[in-house]
């Protein structure tokens, strides 16, 4: 009896690995298959707008990929978690209603939260918590009394008659309120709520959090600056912030170079990416939303493969160290042609389309300041320094003797195949770009 369950349990698995790595390929190849998501709907409740498709699209996909990668965790909790969260983001991007958009977006802090908390590492995952927690509700304060004030001059909170519609509002209210979405992304010195909450989160948390949950940093700052440059009075244009971004940016790309954690790393170079993300908002020009969604999507798929495979480097050695964990490529040959992979794509090497990303943010900066685009150049450079050095320092040099031996497991090769899977996005650009 103890055998046939065990082999009924074992076959229960096996099913719900393929029923995972299957929606998780046929959610993206799914995009491909269709013409055009850029058409505008709506109704009293939820919209479809020249964002959110894809965004909604590529949440669904990543969360079964998450609930693959972490088949492992047999707990209904998180599990349950893992499903609300997913929830709370379909409907944040979907509402068309501003202050549905900011229950929900100050909603999807609480799963992750509880993830960090109850699944997190160490102890020191309490003090990244209070971080996170800090930083994104000080800012959302702000959020919430433009939207206050919002709703008294218009009678309306409905996103579309927002943009329409002419109101007086004092520009230093338009920048606290977009403190909000700075830090959700974040922007340089509104970062340090995210290194530690990456290095204390479980897998499933740290990959949920790179893949969506920053990106509703960059939808919210896209439904905001729509509105917002129809308001905004030329005492501060929205340049200045652009060029903060792009400075905090490389400052991001460089510090790269000088972690000594994985993960601690790949979280750098998320503030890296979202540097583009707030340039191509704030910049109010049909190409800078281009590159803003092209990034967010690229990033989406490419960062949450980063943890994923950072966290199989992990269970060999025990440490997310550079200077423990070297010579994968001798012992995980497989492995290490994943880690490959994935810092080409991370690089923005041709085909794929994180260079789709950057290629268009080259005129958006060329039209904004030449200054812009010599940062942006920086930062690509940069960006592929810091990728070759992940690559170079945990797959070469001697093999560690805290190197553990044992097969990858078929699972983890599933969901990294999946996450590049994406990748065929180049083959029909008309999602992106209308």
């Not at 969260?85 to 379909?90: E, K, Q, V």
């Not at 540097?275 to 704030?282: D, H, N, P, R, S």
Request: glycine share 6%; aromatic share 14%.
């Amino acid at each position: 009896m103890t055998f046939l369950s065990g082999l009924f349990a074992l076959m229960l698995n096996m099913h719900y690995i393929g029923v995972m790595f299957f929606l998780g390929l046929c959610v993206p190849f799914s995009m491909i298959m269709m013409y055009k998501t850029q058409v505008y709907m709506e109704d009293m409740i939820f919209c479809n707008n020249d964002m959110n498709g894809m965004l909604i699209l590529m949440t669904v996909s990543l969360s079964m990929l998450i609930f693959l990668s972490s088949w492992t965790i047999s707990n209904l909790l998180y599990t349950l978690l893992q499903l609300v969260l997913l929830f709370i983001l379909t409907l944040c991007f979907s509402v068309n209603n501003f202050f549905m958009f900011y229950i929900f977006f100050e909603s999807s802090l609480v799963p992750i939260l509880l993830m960090i908390i109850g699944w997190g590492y160490q102890p020191e995952r309490l003090q990244a918590g209070m971080y996170m927690i800090m930083y994104t509700v000080m800012g959302s304060m702000f959020l919430f009394a433009i939207i206050m004030y919002l709703y008294q001059a218009t009678n309306t909170l409905n996103v579309f008659c927002l943009m329409n519609f002419n109101y007086f509002m004092p520009t230093a209210f338009l920048w606290l309120g977009m403190i909000a979405f700075l830090v959700k992304l974040p922007m340089w010195s509104l970062h340090v709520w995210l290194p530690k909450a990456h290095v204390e989160a479980p897998l499933g948390g740290s990959m949920i959090l790179a893949g969506a949950l920053l990106k509703l940093g960059g939808y919210g700052l896209y439904l905001y600056s729509a509105f917002m440059h129809n308001l905004m009075i030329t005492d501060v244009p929205p340049i200045i912030m652009i060029v903060l971004a792009m400075w905090g940016g490389l400052i991001s790309a460089l510090l790269c170079l000088g972690q000594s954690d994985i993960k601690s790393m790949i979280a750098y170079s998320s503030v890296v990416h979202m540097a583009l993300v707030i340039m191509g908002c704030l910049s109010g020009t049909s190409w800078g939303q281009y590159c803003a969604l092209t990034t967010m999507i690229a990033h989406g798929w490419v960062s949450s493969a980063l943890f994923c495979v950072a966290f199989m480097s992990y269970e060999k050695v025990n440490s997310r160290s550079f200077i423990l964990t070297k010579g994968l490529l001798k012992v995980y040959p497989m492995l290490s042609l994943m880690w490959f992979l994935l810092v080409l794509i991370n690089m923005a090497v041709p085909p794929t389309i994180n260079l789709i990303g950057e290629l268009l943010a080259v005129p958006v900066c060329m039209w904004l300041n030449p200054l812009i685009l010599f940062v942006l150049l920086l930062i690509m450079f940069f960006s592929v320094a810091y990728n070759m050095y992940l690559y170079t320092s945990i797959n070469h040099g001697s093999v560690c003797s805290y190197l553990l031996s044992g097969q990858d497991t078929t699972v983890g090769k599933l969901a990294l195949v999946a996450h590049m899977f994406p990748l065929m996005l180049i083959l029909n650009m008309n999602l992106i770009m209308n």
